[in-house]
T-cell receptor
Framework: GIQVEQSPPDLILQEGANSTLRCNFS?????LQWFHQNPWGQLINLFY???GTKQNGRLSATTVATERYSLLYISSSQTTDSGVYFC??????????FGTGTRLKVLA | GAVVSQHPSRVICKSGTSVKIECRSL??????MFWYRQFPKQSLMLMAT?????????EQGVEKDKFLINHASLTLSTLTVTSAHPEDSSFYIC??????????FGEGSRLTVL
């Protein structure tokens, strides 16, 4: 089956710093989403981005489907950005497979 | 965005009992819902795909007799953990797919089996 790897696995930042999270996938996908899982376990939709670039405030994402990767950019990070970031890819069978996750901690 | 509600958020039960978790799409119709399981500090593992009016499709290694999934309507899917044992303790999360293909998640249910 498809493999979805995220890097880095762990990231510690000072408040105000910028970061780039990466999601690599091993096969063609129909769709790709980025999520933020908060400390209570809730998954928050960040981007639905099968291709191209999108921006929402301090966050932006780019997916290059032909090269099988997606990037999530966080600028001017805040302590509330802490949590786990997941990418999830939708395969040809419509299933969404989750990546390994990046655990982010932003220090005040 | 679309709203998916999952209930209960926490449940504690004795070993051998069955537990039902409900997942509802509140403001859209979801022909497809997915159930995931998450162990501490790990990613989400897909358990099964639930399609309205048909039998669920389980992932390899997931016991369909242990985890009963029913998708009786376009807004409701249920997961029943039958004869639960301590190893079934986990965080279970449902999701519903909108007509654009985007996935929306419930709040999750934390199951503890004593």
């Amino acid at each position: 089956g498809i493999q979805v790897e995220q890097s880095p696995p762990d990231l510690i930042l000072q408040e105000g710093a910028n970061s780039t999270l990466r999601c690599n996938f091993s096969d063609s996908v129909n769709n790709l989403q980025w999520f933020h899982q908060n400390p209570w376990g809730q998954l928050i939709n960040l981007f639905y981005i099968p291709s191209g670039t999108k921006q929402n405030g301090r966050l932006s994402a780019t997916t290059v489907a032909t090269e099988r990767y997606s990037l999530l950019y966080i600028s001017s990070s805040q302590t509330t950005d802490s949590g786990v970031y997941f990418c999830a890819v939708q395969t040809g069978t419509y299933k969404y497979i989750f990546g390994t996750g990046t655990r982010l901690k932003v220090l005040a | 965005g679309a709203v998916v509600s999952q209930h209960p958020s926490r449940v504690i039960c004795k070993s051998g009992t069955s537990v039902k978790i409900e997942c509802r799409s509140l403001d859209f119709q979801a022909t497809t819902m997915f159930w995931y399981r998450q162990f501490p500090k790990q990613s989400l593992m897909l358990m099964a795909t639930s399609n309205e009016g048909s039998k669920a499709t389980y992932e390899q290694g997931v016991e369909k007799d242990k985890f009963l999934i029913n998708h009786a309507s376009l807004t409701l899917s249920t997961l029943t953990v039958t004869s639960a044992h301590p190893e079934d303790s986990s965080f279970y999360i449902c999701s519903a797919m909108g007509n654009t293909g985007e996935l929306f998640f419930g709040e999750g249910s934390r199951l503890t089996v004593l």
